[in-house]
């Protein structure tokens, strides 16, 4: 997937433009509401999602599995934004705790082992009453069933990517353990789930396997 990505970024350069997606900019007023100080971006691109993080007064650190995207971001946030360069399934990348984590339509690219592994591991880097916001692809898309079928509510399309597509019931199963508390709806280019979570005090235990070191790609596919 690091091709793939590569590939598009160098053909496309800003390809989802400059304006902040909508989950953003909700999950930005909500995390300033909240006092929150410090942003993990897992799958940061080129940075159009950082920037209200940022103008709103929050530190944010990326990752970012391509080269190019990264030396976009840095021709907009200069040195100031720090991005480390690698997959999600490989976090961490830093031993720092986060006051809010923003992962956006990143999760629906995985495998379940792979997504298990970075719900566990944005959690793992959640500071205590910290939140953890994801937004993902509905079953609502009208892409739903469609491209090539690889296993239940995942199907490869455009050129190589596959989507797991979610519903709540997903939802829970997967996030139900750690600190799930609203499940939003937000329609932007593709109907999305928006899911909130916040770090609890008691140990939180995932499925086997999750522990899973499978390379995968971390990025915005569908805007």
């Known amino acids: 997937m690091t091709e793939f990505w590569e ?7 800003e390809m989802w433009g400059s304006s902040p997606a909508k ?5 930005s007023d909500f995390f300033v509401s909240n006092g929150v100080k410090n ?3 897992p799958g940061i691109g080129y940075g159009r999602n950082a920037k209200i993080f940022r103008d709103s007064g929050m530190t944010v650190t990326g990752i970012e599995i391509s080269e190019t995207a990264i030396r ?8 100031d934004l720090t991005i480390y360069h690698g997959s999600v399934t490989e976090m961490p990348f830093d031993n720092e705790q986060y006051d809010g984590i923003f992962c956006y339509a990143l999760i629906h690219l ?3 082992d792979e997504r298990a592994k970075l719900i566990q591991d944005c959690y793992n880097q959640l500071a205590e009453n910290g939140y953890m916001f994801f937004t993902t692809i509905t079953k609502e898309a009208k892409t739903y069933g469609q491209g090539t079928y690889i296993s239940k509510d995942r199907f490869e399309m455009f050129g190589g990517v596959k989507l797991f597509f979610y519903d709540k019931e997903t939802i829970q199963e997967e996030f ?3 600190g799930l508390f609203e499940i939003a709806e937000v329609n932007e280019n593709f109907p999305f789930y928006l899911i909130k979570c916040k770090k609890a005090r008691q ?4 499925a086997p396997g999750s522990s899973s070191k499978a390379f995968a790609g971390g990025h915005e596919t569908v805007r």
């Open 176 to 178: 139900g353990k750690a």
């Open 23 to 27: 989950s953003a900019i909700l999950t």
């Open 39 to 41: 942003v993990l971006i």
């Open 7 to 13: 590939e598009a970024f160098r053909s496309k350069q």
């Open 110 to 112: 995985l495998d379940k």
């Open 72 to 79: 976009i971001a840095t021709q907009h946030f200069g040195n």
């Open 203 to 206: 140990k939180v235990e995932f």
